[in-house]
């Protein structure tokens, strides 16, 4: 079957194809996603990150089911560790969303990171673009449980929010660099905890000190997602960043800058490819590799005469 | 081009033994496969439906509630009516033999006992996925 045209018609089970095809890199994949692209571009990309147990897949399910009573439709990409020693994972976010599974109106897939460490996997961008193509109005991108630094969402998403805990750490935490940093908006979960007044003033404390040049301050919703609370207005607060971003042209910038980095990607994984399968699988190569070693010739001079030979 | 194993493991039906399950489903991790898990109390079409989504190259069922000759069949057909018949289905737990045949007839491709081992169950998958 067409694979990318049954897409666009609306099959899901292309849709889902589709993603193993771009997931496992495919012969197909590529000639793929360059019939997609056209239908690209329509969704609002949201990013929820947080680390382990804060409860991302419960308020995702939870948001997911307002944007459907909203009318609007829902892809999920919820993904998870892949492990290191055997290359298998346990994707189990959907435990969270098991009522949502019968909905039409609703598309979740579970990735596993595959290596990748930045909390997303290396297709995800692809797999949201399937997604768009197919007409999801809002894509949710749930990251692995993050802990200080894998900000990679902020590269894929329009909006992003951190869901917070209480009882994660003191506030010097809070100033630390990393995902605070990249927070448009923040969820305080569990807010029936102990802890989460606290958390909330640390919080504020730390964008008091960093965000005065900024137009737009990140809100901080205090929620309890499997109880629902607070889950309106947490969209409200929401759906006002994406209004933000339209309105000073920062979802243009974002998105500019996303299609930019998404070009040298792929145009770095061309370079890698060619330069394995013409200059590393080459017997040229491994005489370099033993002149080298034999310091008969240092590294960098053989890397600049490859180059030389490349560029020509 | 990479090749993984997507899983999913469910438990339908009513009760909530899912030890079982979740042995299984580590045990598929630890031999490299990428397990789906639903968790428990999920209905056929709930089962069928998230294979599509994920799309799965196999889907493992946990019963020990005595309704296995109702379900599994019927998530063989709603997988086969979403256009998914290359699906390997299996399912374990408190089973007695004689229904076994019955279900073999109805597209369960294996059905695993209690004392079964997981490399046993490890091994059919990889020999008999598609």
Known sequence: MDIAQELLNGSKLALSRAITSIENEH?????????????TGNAFVFGITG????????????LAREYRLMGKTVGIIAIDPTSPFSGGAILGDRIRMNDLTLDEGVFIRSMGTRG????????????????????????????????????DIVKAADTTMVVLVPGLGDDIQAIKAGILEIGDVFAINKADHEGADRLNVELNM??????????????????????????????????????????????????????????????????????????????????????????????????????????K | MEKRIRVLVAKP?????????????????????????????????????????????????????????????KVVNLLKGKGMDDVLVVGGGVIPESDIPALKAAGIAEVFTPGTTTGTIIDFIKANVK
């Not at chain 1, 012969?27 to 239908?39: N, T």
């Not at chain 1, 680390?51 to 939870?62: F, I, M, R, V, W």
């Open chain 1, 206 to 311: 730390m964008l008091d000190l960093g965000g005065m040049t900024k137009d737009w301050r990140p809100p901080i919703k205090q929620v309890v997602a499997n109880q629902g609370k607070g889950v309106t207005e947490l969209i409200t607060t929401i759906e006002e960043h994406y209004a933000h971003l339209k309105t000073t042209g920062q979802l243009t910038t974002r998105r500019t800058e996303r299609t930019k980095n998404e070009m040298l990607d792929i145009l770095k994984n061309g370079i890698g490819t060619y330069i394995t399968n013409h200059i590393t699988a080459s017997g040229q190569f491994d005489q370099y590799v033993k002149d080298v070693e034999d310091r008969r010739i240092d590294p960098y001079s053989v890397v600049n005469d490859i180059l030389r030979g490349l560029l």
């Open chain 1, 116 to 151: 990748s460490l930045g909390g997303l996997s290396r297709k995800t961008a692809d797999a949201v673009k399937a997604m768009d193509a197919f007409g999801k109005d809002i894509i949710f991108i749930e990251t692995v449980g993050v802990g200080q630094s894998e900000v």
């Open chain 2, 13 to 73: 039906g009513l009760d909530g033994h899912d030890r079982g399950a979740k042995v299984v489903a580590r045990a598929l991790r630890d031999a490299g496969f990428e397990v789906i898990y639903t968790g428990l109390r999920q209905t056929p079409e709930q089962i069928a439906e998230a294979a599509l989504q994920e799309d799965v190259n196999v889907v493992a069922m946990s019963i020990l509630s005595g309704a296995h000759a109702h379900i599994f069949p």
């Open chain 1, 51 to 62: 680390p382990p147990g804060a409860g991302k897949s419960t308020l995702t399910d939870k």
């Open chain 1, 27 to 39: 012969d197909d994949a590529v000639s793929i996603m360059k019939k997609l692209y056209p239908h």
